[in-house]
């Protein structure tokens, strides 16, 4: 039981890229999907995340207006549009779920713990 994420790749500053969230082994009907990144050297931080029907989103505040994650659950994907990309969303990214997204306050929005079956990231590399 395991999400695999896809889509990464080099795009310029200012560019577009959409991740994809695909599951093996179980439906993703039941469940909330978050969006996380790691640069290098740095914390996994949390950009987004999608309530199991889709009707709630909820962004980080660096990817505000930038990002837009959706679902579509008859694929069983989860996907994150990002647009207006910016040298510093350079990270691996990964997908997971949860039972219900959650907000914190402070710089760290998402909290890792509370996610599970992690599976590879997809690199993504915004750089001219």
């Known amino acids: 039981v395991q999400l695999q994420a896809s889509g990464g790749g080099l795009a310029l500053p200012g560019g577009s890229l959409r991740l994809s969230c695909a599951a093996s082994g179980f439906t993703l009907d039941y469940y909330a999907i978050g969006w996380f990144r790691q640069a290098p050297g740095k914390e996994r931080e949390g950009v987004s995340c999608?309530?199991?029907?889709?009707?709630?989103?909820y962004y980080t505040d660096s990817v505000q207006g930038r990002f837009t994650i959706s679902r579509d659950n008859a694929k069983n994907t989860v996907y994150l549009q990002m647009n207006s990309l910016k040298p510093e969303d350079t990270a691996v990214y990964y997908c997971a779920t949860t039972r219900r997204c959650h907000m914190y306050s402070g710089y760290y929005r998402f909290r890792p713990a509370e996610f599970s079956s992690w599976g590879q990231g997809t690199l993504v590399t915004v750089s001219s």
């Open positions: 999608i309530s199991s029907n889709g009707g709630s989103t």
